[in-house]
């Protein structure tokens, strides 16, 4: 996954806490990370583990680079 920023290196919890439509964005495709507690996993390997297919993948890796480059903008 080619994430904007080197977000994806961080914490899902430190992702999530920055950027919580990333949070909505995930929630969309049944990715439950805003519900977890610990939140240690690396954002990059967050959409891997749950198998949801390259297609998938890469749906999320697009909508996530859209809206982190629109927040970069303003």
Known sequence: MELVG???EKSIKEVIEEHPKVGEILG???IGCVE???GTCQ???VVKVHFL???VEKQIE???NSY???VETR
């Open 6 to 8: 080197g977000i994806g």
């Open 28 to 30: 969309k495709h049944e």
């Open 36 to 38: 977890c507690s610990i």
């Open 43 to 45: 954002f990059k390997e």
């Open 53 to 55: 297919g390259d297609e």
């Open 62 to 64: 697009e909508e996530v």
């Open 68 to 70: 982190l480059s629109s």
